[in-house]
């Protein structure tokens, strides 16, 4: 079974600052790991995957991610916080095989402030 | 390319309704899945289809149910409305029914209020 668990459901920084959002997984087989982006009134919007090869993931918007196995975490990054960035973030993850292939398990979320 | 499209945007329903919502996955998406959003959480797996065909199914009861057609649209139906039905519910293409290359595509919801 697949399990997301995001830490900190409120994360408030400066415009400027260190954005650190925290997700940790739970899967019995090798993941496929997400990060999505949801606007005030819409839908989700892709930032980055992780399937298999490079750990660090790169996505939009200068965002990142690091997928540390031994770790089992999937924590997004980014160097500098925007305005724009204020939003909920979500985790989640899929197995790469088996009878939930294709389903997404998703975190609580995370609502990201940012302040002037 | 247009990307997922979901319609009505709003619905208010009253218990004991049915409710449709539909579904336009994007061009050349095969693979159609839906979840529920209910405030304050995250999104949570309700059903997916692939070429017509149900390929998962959440833990929902049986009120819930839904179907492709040949254009790979899709419709959910809820019967039996319950308050507890009040949520947004958000529908993902993606081009097959999953696998490493896959990415699953969302629409803008369809934000359902039951009174």
């Known amino acids: 079974a697949q399990s997301v668990t995001q830490l900190g459901s409120h994360v408030s920084v400066s415009e400027g600052a260190l954005v650190l959002l925290r997700c940790n997984y739970s899967?019995?087989?090798?993941?496929?790991l997400f990060w999505y982006v949801q606007y005030p009134n819409q839908g989700l919007q892709l930032l980055l995957k992780y399937t298999t090869g490079a750990t660090l993931v790169k996505g939009i918007n200068g965002f990142e991610a690091e997928f540390k196995k031994s770790e089992t975490s999937f924590h997004l990054t980014k160097p500098s916080a925007h305005m724009s960035d204020a939003a909920e973030y979500f985790c989640?993850?899929?197995?790469?095989?088996?009878?939930?292939?294709?389903?997404?398990?998703f975190g609580r979320g995370t609502q990201l402030t940012v302040w002037p | 390319d247009a990307g997922v499209t979901q319609s009505p945007t709003h619905l208010i329903k009253t218990r004991g309704q049915q409710v449709t919502l539909r579904c336009s996955p994007i061009s050349g998406h095969k693979s159609v899945s839906w979840y529920q959003q209910v405030l304050g959480q995250g999104p949570q797996f309700i059903f997916q289809y692939y070429e017509k065909e149900e390929r998962g199914r959440g833990n929902f009861p049986d009120r819930f149910s839904a179907r492709q057609f040949p254009n790979y649209s899709s419709e959910l139906n809820v019967n039996a409305l319950l308050l507890g039905d009040s949520a947004l519910y958000l529908c993902?293409?993606?081009?097959?029914?999953?696998?490493?290359?896959?990415?699953?595509?969302f629409g803008p919801g369809t934000r359902l209020l039951v009174l």
């Open positions: 989640a993850v899929s197995a790469n095989r088996g009878s939930t292939l294709g389903r997404l398990y």
């Open positions: 899967s019995s087989v090798p993941p496929y």
């Open positions: 993902a293409s993606s081009r097959n029914a999953g696998g490493i290359q896959e990415t699953q595509y």
